[in-house]
C-alpha cells in the first residue's frame, strides 16, 4: 500500500458508501497476495509530527470500513500482512482461500504492533492470549489456524473463493439494508459500551 493506493482505496470505499445501488463492498488484492502491507519505500525518516499525519492517513480507510453501514467483506488469498492484515481484521468477513497466509510483522521490522488497528480487532476477534502471541512474535498463522482460532469467517478450496464471496455478497445485498446497517452499528459500538 503507498500513498495513492491508499486514497484511491479510500475514495472508492466513501464512493460506495453514498452509493445507494451498493449494498455491499468486497475488498480484494489483485495478483498472488491480498496485501503484503506499507510500500517499504515510503518509510523513510520523518519527524515524530510527520509519521503521525502518516499514520493517522493509513487509517482512513479502517475507519471508513468501519464507519460504513455497507457490509465489507475481505476475500484473503496469498498472504495477508501487515496493513493488509489489518484492513483485513477490520472487514465484517474474512473469506478466506486454503493456502492464505496472515501475519502481523511489525515488531520484527521495530514498529509497535499494533498498526493499522491490528492491536484494535486482532484481540477482539481472537482474544488477547492468541493475538499477543501472534503479535509479539510476528509469526505466520497459515489458513487453517486462523479458521481454528477465529481470525477468518470462513476457509474454502482456493478455486472455490470467488464462489463462496459472491455467495455471501449476495446474501449480503439482498436482505434488509436497514437491518443489517443497524446490527453493524450495534455490534460495533458493543465494543465499547458497558450492556446497559
Same mark, same amino acid.
Given at each position: 500500500?503507498?500513498?495513492?493506493?491508499?486514497?484511491?482505496?479510500? #475514495? =472508492?470505499?466513501?464512493?460506495?458508501?453514498?452509493?445507494?445501488?451498493?449494498? $455491499?463492498?468486497?475488498? =480484494?488484492?489483485?495478483?498472488?497476495?491480498?496485501?503484503?502491507?506499507?510500500? /517499504?519505500?515510503?518509510? @523513510?525518516?520523518?519527524?515524530?509530527? #510527520?509519521? &503521525?499525519?502518516?499514520?493517522?492517513? %493509513?487509517?482512513?480507510?479502517?475507519?471508513?470500513?468501519?464507519?460504513?453501514?455497507?457490509? @465489507?467483506?475481505?476475500? $484473503? /488469498?496469498? #498472504?495477508?500482512?501487515?496493513?493488509?492484515?489489518?484492513?483485513?481484521?477490520? $472487514?465484517?468477513?474474512?473469506?478466506?482461500? &486454503?493456502?492464505?497466509? %496472515?501475519?502481523?510483522?511489525?515488531?520484527?521490522?521495530?514498529?509497535?504492533? $499494533?498498526?493499522?488497528?491490528?492491536? %484494535?480487532?486482532?484481540?477482539?476477534?481472537?482474544?488477547?492470549?492468541?493475538?499477543?502471541?501472534?503479535?509479539?512474535?510476528?509469526?505466520? @498463522?497459515?489458513?487453517? &489456524?486462523?479458521?481454528?482460532?477465529?481470525? @477468518?469467517?470462513?476457509?474454502?478450496?482456493? #478455486?472455490?473463493?470467488?464462489?463462496?464471496?459472491?455467495?455471501?455478497?449476495?446474501?449480503?445485498?439482498?436482505?434488509?439494508?436497514?437491518?443489517?446497517?443497524?446490527?453493524?452499528?450495534?455490534?460495533?459500538?458493543?465494543? &465499547?459500551?458497558?450492556?446497559?
Amino acid at each position: 500500500i503507498d500513498i495513492s493506493t491508499l486514497d484511491a482505496l479510500v #475514495d =472508492a470505499l466513501e464512493a460506495a458508501t453514498k452509493d445507494d445501488d451498493v449494498r $455491499c463492498i468486497v475488498l =480484494a488484492g489483485n495478483g498472488r497476495a491480498f496485501c503484503s502491507g506499507a510500500d /517499504h519505500a515510503e518509510m @523513510v525518516p520523518r519527524s515524530p509530527k #510527520d509519521w &503521525e499525519a502518516i499514520v493517522d492517513r %493509513y487509517l482512513r480507510p479502517i475507519r471508513a470500513i468501519v464507519n460504513m453501514d455497507k457490509p @465489507v467483506i475481505a476475500r $484473503c /488469498h496469498g #498472504d495477508v500482512i501487515g496493513g493488509g492484515f489489518g484492513i483485513a481484521l477490520s $472487514c465484517d468477513f474474512r473469506i478466506a482461500a &486454503e493456502g492464505s497466509r %496472515y501475519c502481523a510483522p511489525f515488531v520484527k521490522i521495530g514498529l509497535a504492533g $499494533c498498526d493499522m488497528s491490528a492491536g %484494535y480487532f486482532l484481540p477482539r476477534l481472537i482474544g488477547l492470549g492468541r493475538a499477543t502471541d501472534l503479535m509479539m512474535t510476528g509469526r505466520f @498463522v497459515a489458513a487453517t &489456524e486462523a479458521k481454528e482460532i477465529g481470525l @477468518v469467517t470462513q476457509l474454502v478450496p482456493s #478455486d472455490a473463493l470467488d464462489d463462496a464471496v459472491a455467495k455471501l455478497a449476495r446474501q449480503m445485498s439482498s436482505g434488509a439494508a436497514i437491518a443489517i446497517a443497524a446490527t453493524k452499528r450495534a455490534l460495533r459500538r458493543s465494543l &465499547e459500551l458497558s450492556m446497559e
